[in-house]
């Protein structure tokens, strides 16, 4: 059963930063995908950035350049470094893991098996 734990959102002025982590725990994928995605009220989820077990990683076009995500501690540990945050970047940020295939698609949901409860970021 894997759990997911995020850490460090919070309030912060637009062309602030923010990071974010995700702790993991019970991992049992032989490949994975890492993922964060981010909703805001009265908006769908949608995926922020991505990293795969070999350290591929994946951005939305609205965060590329201003976002990094990471991982350390082999799978235990997922991080996202924002920067340049801007209001609309706003949301409760929710870190996911899932099984990593051949053509698998990061932006997908149904892509993750296990999501954790999230953290909210506010930037205003």
């Known amino acids: 059963h894997v759990q997911l734990v995020e850490s460090g959102g919070g309030s912060v002025q637009p062309g602030g930063s923010l990071r974010l982590s995700c702790v993991a725990s019970g991992f049992t994928y032989s490949r994975y995908c890492m993922g964060w995605f981010r909703e805001a009220p009265g908006k769908v989820r949608e995926g922020v950035a991505s990293i795969d077990d070999d350290g591929r990683t994946s951005y939305a076009d609205s965060v590329k350049g201003r976002f990094t995500i990471s991982k350390a501690n082999g799978k235990n540990t997922l991080s996202l470094q924002m920067n340049s945050l801007k209001p609309e970047d706003s949301g409760m940020y929710c870190c996911?893991?899932?099984?990593?295939?051949?053509?698998?698609?990061?932006?997908?949901?149904?892509?993750?098996?296990?999501w954790g409860q999230g953290t909210q970021v506010t930037v205003s």
């Open positions: 996911a893991a899932g099984f990593l295939y051949p053509g698998y698609d990061w932006l997908n949901m149904d892509e993750y098996n296990s």
